[in-house]
């Protein structure tokens, strides 16, 4: 798959040729919108050649109305990389959890009274449909949950099993037991304050950026990565920019190069004006705006 576009007539090099980000609390408001500012910025890196991905603890297909609003035609990782699809959502690589690490993880997260989601295939499995953030979650992805009385068959091909609790001191706590139980046999994470997100060792966003740049033909040390939850920092050490959102917390802030406003004050917008574009606005870059390639 080749996504490169060649030939372009340029008087030198963008400094930066891909973005990737994050979804939730970076791209989109706490009411899961998408700001006319952000749509603007999106167009603005089609229109001066960059490529432009994301990357999210979403399942792929809850990612598609975000990717049909911007415009994103790049492949994008779900699952905090466990799935990485093209725009098309057709399956490129996947990460599933080992059966028995599946089971054993949905067994510890009983055992602290943690809600349990279990995400298998297109599937998103619970138990109960009336507890905290099932609603938040439904709008989140666009897609309803199936209610089980067990999980079954699904635990044997888990892209990804998450926690739920609104004891956000108490997920905490089970991120560290996880942790301590899992050791490399999984990647436990929380990609917000009440979700704990487990997946593949190799299902996390530092690989999934790596494996973006790959299909993208474009080297790690040329993407900007924005993101603000504790689930980003692992891209963030990859990427040759990183950038956190002005809502993330003080330790995700301090992984990153630079911090921009809140994902309700349009911080994504920022990110892009004035770290990405800034460059290509410059008079030496009208060739490619003009053009309206991609530039390298």
């Known amino acids: 798959m080749t996504l490169q576009h060649p030939g372009l007539a340029r008087s030198r090099p963008l400094k930066w040729a891909a973005v990737i980000s994050d979804v ?34 979403r399942p792929p297909r809850g990612m598609l109305p975000v990717m049909k609003s911007l415009g994103i035609d790049a492949p994008v ?7 990485v699809t093209g725009a098309d959502l057709a399956v490129m690589s996947a990460h599933l959890l080992p059966p028995a ?21 297109e599937d998103w499995l619970l138990r109960r449909s009336d507890r905290p953030y099932v609603g938040l979650e439904e709008r989140t992805v666009a897609f309803g949950p ?43 994470v929380r990609s917000q304050p009440y979700y704990l997100d487990v997946t593949h060792p190799l299902a996390n966003k ?10 993208m033909h474009v080297p790690l040390a040329k993407i900007v990565v924005i993101g603000d939850g504790h689930n980003d920092v692992a891209m963030f050490a990859r990427g040759g920019l990183s950038i956190a959102m002005g809502n993330a917390s003080p330790d995700v802030k301090k992984a990153a190069n630079a911090v921009v ?5 349009d911080g994504f917008a920022q990110a892009i004006e004035q770290f990405v574009l800034e460059d290509a606005r410059s008079p030496a870059r009208a060739d490619v705006a003009e053009a309206g390639g991609r530039a390298w």
């Open 146 to 188: 199936t209610v089980v009385a067990d999980f079954g068959a699904a635990l044997d091909a888990a892209a990804k099993i998450v926690g739920v609790s609104a004891d956000f001191d108490g997920l905490a706590r089970c991120e560290r037991e996880l942790h301590a139980a899992l050791g490399q046999q999984a990647n436990v």
């Open 101 to 121: 690490v599946a089971r054993r993880t949905v067994a510890l997260l009983d055992a602290r009274g943690v809600d349990v989601w279990v995400f298998s295939g």
């Open 206 to 215: 530092g690989d999934a950026a790596e494996t973006l740049a790959t299909l």
């Open 24 to 57: 939730d609390g970076t791209l989109v408001t706490d009411d899961k919108t998408l700001t006319a500012r952000t749509k603007a910025a999106a167009a603005e890196l089609r229109s001066n050649g960059l490529m432009f991905s994301i990357v999210s603890s």
């Open 261 to 265: 406003a809140s994902n309700s004050e």
């Open 77 to 83: 990782a779900g699952f905090n990389g466990a799935v």
